[in-house]
Nanobody, 128 residues
């Protein structure tokens, strides 16, 4: 059974950093053909992708709103995907989800409908 478990959220001041983790079980990141994305949902807004890493060659993708501040990576030995978030802004406040798509590439990674499996989410709050 494929499972995704996020951790690492919390409260941070503007300009601060957090690292989110997404531990996968039931499949292996480097052998199975699942692209992994990070999406977020702020109150009253739609859930949208902010980053994605492909399983085929490790290519990474970022939404314009986080480009240059967020970095997605994976540790195949730990079967875990990370989202390093730097220079955080209040508008980054949201519940962050990791999700797996039954595709080796990050096609349509911004849309929540591109993903087939979801973690439970972790809250990130950026506030002074």
């Amino acid at each position: 059974q494929l499972q995704l478990v996020e951790s690492g959220g919390g409260l941070v001041q503007p300009g601060g950093s957090l690292r989110l983790s997404c531990a996968a079980s039931g499949f292996t990141l480097d052998l199975d053909h699942y692209a992994i994305g990070w999406l977020r949902q702020a109150p009253g807004k739609e859930r949208q992708g902010v980053s994605c890493i492909s399983s085929s060659d490790g290519s990474t993708y970022y939404a314009d709103s986080v480009k240059g501040r967020f970095t997605i990576s994976r540790d195949n030995a730990k079967n875990t995907v990370y989202l390093q978030m730097n220079s955080l802004k209040p508008e980054d406040t949201a519940v962050y989800y990791c999700a797996a798509a039954r595709s080796p590439v990050c096609y349509g990674y911004i849309s929540r409908y591109s993903y087939d499996y979801w973690g439970q989410g972790t809250q990130v709050t950026v506030s002074s």
